[in-house]
């Protein structure tokens, strides 16, 4: 299994711009997260889908973040318009309901610098 | 807020055994003691969970106190490779969405 596959690795873009990161997760599994990190606050939980449905976004900072799952095999987190404070690193994961709870499988991330 | 206490950092020499420890003392009778690994510039890696007996894997051992309100991580013989921030995590079963990442602990793996 080629594991949870992101898209782009690095992006550098200008305030104001648009940015669009990519999620492929694990085939068959059922549950996916998009994580933040940065050194000063950490990894932080924005938003988790189940069977493709949103369940929570209250970790989204606010309305120029969103995220869609149009099927079970691809996911979108979107920032419109980015600002600097939002250069981080973004992870996705997915894990499937009735293994290993708790066992999330991580991408390898998308850096996100904006200018 | 993960819950959960962690040294900042720790040194280990290669070829020698890491012990990692990690306080939990409010740890309730449903949650699981994780531990998750971030090597630099990966993402996160699922190490062990257990709830209240010792477990071992492939990857590591995991000791739990008898009154479940601290742990430690054994990494057996430790490799450069295991450079990395070690995050203990507290999880009620069936709550993967309940993950929440403290600040963890460093190990430096040295030659």
């Known amino acids: 299994d080629a594991g949870v596959i992101q898209s782009p690795r690095h992006e550098v873009t200008e305030m104001g711009q648009e940015v669009t990161l990519r999620c492929k997760p694990i085939s068959g599994h059922d549950y996916l997260f998009w994580y933040r990190q940065t050194m000063m606050r950490g990894l932080e939980l924005l938003i988790y889908?189940?069977?493709?449905?949103?369940?929570?976004d209250s970790g989204m900072p606010e309305d120029r973040f969103s995220a869609k799952m149009p099927n079970a095999s691809f996911s979108t987190l979107k920032i419109q318009p980015s600002e600097p404070r939002d250069s981080a690193v973004y992870f996705c994961?997915?894990?499937?309901?009735?293994?290993?709870?708790?066992?999330?499988?991580f991408g390898e991330g998308s850096r996100l610098t904006v200018l | 807020d993960a819950k959960t206490t962690q040294p900042p950092s720790m040194d280990c020499a290669e070829g020698r055994a890491a012990n990692l420890p990690c306080n939990h003392s409010t740890i309730s009778g449903n949650e699981y003691v994780y531990w998750y690994r971030q090597i630099h510039s990966q993402g996160p890696q699922y190490i062990i969970h257990?709830?209240?007996n010792n477990e071992t894997n492939e990857m590591a051992s995991l000791i739990i106190t008898e009154d479940r309100k601290s742990s430690t991580l054994i990494l057996p013989h430790a490799t450069l490779r295991d450079t990395a921030v070690y995050y203990c995590i507290r999880l009620p079963q069936g709550g993967s969405e309940k993950l929440v990442f403290g600040k963890g602990t460093k190990l430096t793996v040295n030659p």
């Open positions: 889908f189940n069977n493709n449905v949103p369940i929570d």
């Open positions: 257990g709830l209240k």
């Open positions: 994961a997915s894990t499937l309901f009735g293994g290993v709870t708790g066992e999330l499988f």
